[in-house]
């Protein structure tokens, strides 16, 4: 695959991806478990919108920043954020989180941020 500047020349070539160890600055801390990025879905249990509010809220966003991000409503992002705490069965984000960390749910990458794009320098 051709790697292109932002002028549309092309000033190299990608040949293949190995996949990628995830390492943050909590492995360091509380010694959670590596694992392997993915943008296979780890489970059915939410819709495509919930699994993209989820992986935000695994970064550790708050609400308003996911609403922001996506360019939807805060009622929009609660409303996806209590469907997942529902079918989870958990009363909290941070239930939640520790909910999907077991599950290594952190690893996956939805559809809407893993698209292939070019790297401009």
């Known amino acids: 695959m051709p790697y292109y500047d932002k002028h549309a020349n092309i000033c190299g070539v990608i040949s293949h991806i190995k996949p990628l160890n995830a390492v943050t600055p909590r492995f360091f801390v509380s010694r959670d478990d590596m694992g392997k990025l993915t943008t296979i879905c780890p489970s059915d249990i939410f819709s495509e919108k919930e699994w993209v509010v989820a992986f935000l809220l695994l970064q550790g966003l708050a609400e ?29 984000t ?24 070019y790297i401009i320098r």
Not at 64 to 92: D, G, M, P, Y
């Open 64 to 92: 308003k920043e996911v609403a922001n991000i996506l360019n939807r409503t805060l009622r929009t992002v609660k409303f996806h954020k209590s469907n997942i705490l529902a079918k989870t069965q958990c009363e909290t």
């Open 94 to 117: 941070k239930e939640f989180i520790l909910f999907a960390r077991a599950r290594q749910w952190q690893f996956y990458i939805p559809p809407l941020f893993s698209k292939p794009c």
